[in-house]
């Protein structure tokens, strides 16, 4: 099990996104898991070693390290990225749920299993919201675990078994603080891709309605409805709304 | 995830490059990302290990070493490499947008005599004309930019690409000016010249192939506009034969035809 794994779920998801949603994959997998698994990873790998405190007593830089890096910032980075994709698989899972409905019931129940219409829609939805809330949820805990999102060169650590406040080095700040800015920049840009998206989705959805309430005649039927229904349903962005209006067809409520 | 994965993604615009772009792409994986994986990150595996000072005051080391490396070069050159590939992927989302479009024009019944079913549309190779042109030639540019800037910063930093193998350092809590010395210098000295040679050429390459798009633009343009002004009445015909005899000479080439509308 490695980040491999979750490269290869992930790509699934790509062939049910929008546009945004893939330009989103992009940076995650070459922004973010790309650059932690060559640079990032590497810059942390000896930091309690090279964590230095100016005393000789025995425990000291133990209690002191712990006390100031409670979880690393890598093993965090690490934590948020695994948080942040899996609410894709939300999608992933709902179309293998209808395709495993339509396999069940041997005929044909969605115009595409994979098409954003119906309950998939909201899935999405719910999947966006879930990630943004995680992006910013971890930027929040980052800033304040470590206070901001710079690395220190010092911290003074008065701690028992230390015997007075020691001076406590830690090693390459500079690299550090660069690296947790790329992440801080990176999950930002993420953010604003799903709200993007978020807007884009909805955006959609309403202007498709309206759309459809001003481009009915007054002597429309149900019979015209459905038939709307079935030609607009391969569609990303598909108003759900819709659907509730055509309870006769099984192809627009299958959820 | 690792540099093989970059690979997939970029080395996927390959077949819609031109040929000196197939040639860049097999310079920057073959003569940066490999000797990066197989011998720079040995050398610089045990960097901090290996610095010493010249004194027993904790911590004076650790702050002498951040101070004379902020980065490391690995850590730069891995940045640079991620940089300057993705402006590729550009490319493969416009021609991924391309394709999307005319499956759907294709669905609808427009395009139903240039192809004969989906799977052609996806194995057909997109010609680098129009809009894509525009995009092709922006990603260039910018990989140009991304180039000159991290050598820039590598120059920046370390005040050129030669290391020394002794530093005086005299920030606190280093008592006085005290020598550090880092861990084999020459061999560093020798890869990151080689690292920053594999930058230039990759960068020469860049500049040819913006040269040689947009030469090749300007040239059809003028010979357009010369067919047009000496045959008016015969101008459809002639330059519609002139572009099918273009085509076909050109065809092992990755031809340019037309002009970004």
Known sequence: ?255 | MDWGTLHTFVGGVNKHSTSIGKVWITVIFIFRVMILVVAAQEVWGDEQEDFVCNTLQPGCKNVCYDHFFPVSHIRLWALQLIFVSTPALLVAMHVTYYRHETTRKFRRGEKRNEFKDIEDIKKQKVRIEGSLWWTYTSSIFFRIIFEAAFMYVFYFLYNGYHLPWVLKCGIDPCPNLVDCFISRPTEKTVFTIFMISASVICMLLNVAELCYLLLKVCFRRSKRAKTQRNHPNHTLKESKQNEMNELISDSGQNAITGFPS
């Open chain 1, 1 to 255: 099990m490695s980040w491999m794994f979750l490269r290869d779920l992930l790509s699934g998801v790509n062939k049910y996104s929008t546009g945004i949603g893939r330009i989103w994959l992009a940076v995650i997998f070459i922004f973010r898991l790309l650059v932690y698994m060559v640079a990032a990873e590497h810059v942390w790998k000896d930091e309690q070693k090279e964590f230095e405190c100016n005393i000789r007593q025995p425990g000291c830089e133990n209690m002191c390290f712990d006390y100031f890096f409670p979880i690393s910032q890598v093993r965090l980075w690490a934590l948020q990225l695994i948080m942040v994709s899996t609410p894709s698989l939300l999608v992933v899972l709902h179309v293998a749920y209808r395709e495993g409905r339509e396999k069940k019931h041997k005929k044909k129940l969605y115009v595409s299993p994979g098409a954003m219409d119906g309950g998939l829609w909201y899935t999405y939805l719910i999947s966006l919201i879930v990630k943004t809330v995680f992006e910013i949820g971890f930027l929040v805990l980052f800033y304040k675990l470590y206070d901001g999102f710079s690395v220190p060169y010092l911290v003074k650590c008065d701690l028992k078994p230390c015997p007075n406040t020691v001076d406590c080095f830690i090693s390459k700040p500079t690299e550090k603080t660069i690296f947790i800015l790329f992440l801080v920049i990176t999950s930002c840009l993420c953010i604003v891709l799903n709200f993007t998206e978020l807007s884009f989705l909805v955006l959609k959805c309403f202007v498709k309605c309206c759309l459809q309430q001003y481009s009915k005649k007054p002597t429309s039927s149900m019979c015209e409805c459905h038939n709307l229904t079935n030609v607009e349903c391969g569609e990303i962005g598909d108003p759900p709304l819709l659907h509730k209006q055509n309870s006769g067809l099984a192809t627009s409520t299958a959820q």
